[in-house]
């Protein structure tokens, strides 16, 4: 399709997506990552995707609130290593166009003026907890867990946990979820205030309904403007790191420890 004249909204079949399922009902819109057969990992496509749902939901004054979540049984679980393994081992100049778009993605997504729920229907590792992190409110299913890998697996996770952790769960904690490796139960997560509100299975879409429905009755400028300042210590932890992450990340794809640590990982898999 062409650009539009002005910040204009479309019909979500306009835009041609593969790698996410994009909905409008208003006053929600709802953008499902969709890969399941690889829990949802994403690639460059899927994160470019991402960011332009996200623009055309911030175009849209029917929709108040936006809900992010993954399809099958996982919400997601951060990029897609074998892609990595492919088109940005050893490549430090391709690494860092893709860490663009998931920096894009980031920002889009963060920067929507509107609410943003994360539904945690599923495993949420690495990036995807990144993803869930930087929407404003977060409802997880009780019988999953959050996981950071980036040590075990040669990346360092400074897409927004080493910026945001320790704002959300603290210091030491933060430092626990990213150097053990760990999986933190939902009921953990809950507690440590990493998610808001933790559900069975079957109370999932109920408990979505019933913070979407709360959230739209919101006035949209206010609450735009409140979510701007709510965002100041996550936006000034970003923006004083990710640019300095994103360099040193690429140039580290060039070197040995990654190469090796995906190689084991894909073989092991």
């Keep these: 399709m062409t650009e539009p004249d002005r910040p204009a909204p479309v019909d979500p079949s306009e835009l041609g997506f593969e790698r996410i399922v994009y909905e409008k009902t208003p006053p929600r819109a709802t953008i499902t990552l969709n890969r399941p057969e690889v829990l949802n990992a994403f690639d460059f496509r899927m994160l470019r995707e991402l ?3 996200c623009e055309d939901a911030s175009w849209d ?12 049984r996982a919400f997601c679980v951060g990029a897609d290593l074998k ?18 778009a998931f920096k894009d993605a980031h920002d889009r997504l963060r920067e929507i003026g509107k ?14 907890n990144e993803f869930q992190m930087a929407c404003d409110l977060a ?12 040590p075990e697996h040669g990346s360092v996770p400074a897409g927004g946990a080493t910026q945001w952790l320790p704002i959300m769960v603290g210091e030491r904690r933060a430092r626990e979820i990213v150097l053990m ?3 933190i139960p939902a009921r953990k997560a ?33 609450t735009r403007y409140a979510r701007q300042h709510l965002n100041f210590w996550r936006d000034f932890a970003w923006h004083q790191t990710i640019n300095h992450a994103r360099d040193w990340l690429a140039l580290s794809m060039a070197t040995e420890e990654p190469q090796e ?9």
């Excluded at 609410?115 to 949420?124: D, E, M, V, Y």
């Excluded at 507690?191 to 913070?211: H, I, K, T, Y």
């Excluded at 640590?261 to 898999?269: Q, T």
């Design 51 to 53: 960011a332009r749902a």
């Design 61 to 72: 004054d029917s929709i108040r609130v936006v809900v992010l979540t993954g399809a099958g």
């Design 83 to 100: 892609s990595w393994s492919e088109g940005y081992l050893g490549n430090p100049g391709e690494y860092w166009k893709w860490f663009g």
């Design 115 to 128: 609410p943003t729920l994360a539904r945690i229907n599923g495993i949420c590792v690495g990036g995807g």
């Design 139 to 150: 409802v997880m299913v009780e019988d999953t867990f959050i996981r950071h890998v980036g």
């Design 181 to 183: 490796c760990d999986e």
């Design 190 to 222: 809950e507690d440590w205030g990493l998610v808001n509100w933790v559900v069975p299975a079957a109370e999932l879409d109920s408990e979505v309904d019933r913070v979407v429905e709360n959230l739209a009755r919101k006035l949209p400028q206010t």
């Design 261 to 269: 640590a995906i190689k084991k990982f894909l073989e092991k898999k």
